[in-house]
């Protein structure tokens, strides 16, 4: 059973940072596709990014390309996003995602394991 533990969320004034971490347990981390998405109250969840099994090929949303980044440690069984230059738009619950497939899909469906969640909100 996959199992997905999001920490590194909270409060942060408008050009500030944060970086989330996500940890997988009970499956090979290295065999996962891992992404983040986001879901803000009244919003359909939307995807962040998304990094392949080796590293390579990270690939990001338009509205965060530039401030954020996606990275993972295999060795640690995590991954991370990196928020730099956070706006209040960026306010939502962040959730991490793992993908026993190859290809990096922005839907919410074409992902098969989920974390709870953790909250960003950003302050003007």
């Known amino acids: 059973q996959v199992r997905l533990v999001e920490s590194g969320g909270g409060l942060v004034q408008a050009g500030g940072s944060l970086r989330l971490s996500c940890t997988l347990s009970g499956r090979t981390f290295s065999t996962y596709t891992m992404g983040w998405f986001r879901q803000a109250p009244g919003k359909e969840r939307e995807f962040v990014a998304g990094i392949s099994w080796s590293g390579g090929r990270p690939y990001y949303a338009d509205s965060v390309k530039g401030r954020f980044t996606i990275s993972r440690d295999n060795g640690k069984n995590t991954v991370y996003l990196q928020m730099n230059s956070l706006i209040p738009e960026d306010t939502a619950g962040y959730y991490c995602?793992?993908?026993?497939?190859?290809?990096?899909?922005?839907?919410?469906?074409?992902?098969?394991?989920w974390g709870q969640g953790t909250q960003v909100t950003v302050s003007s």
């Open positions: 995602a793992a993908d026993r497939g190859a290809g990096i899909y922005p839907r919410a469906n074409s992902w098969d394991y």
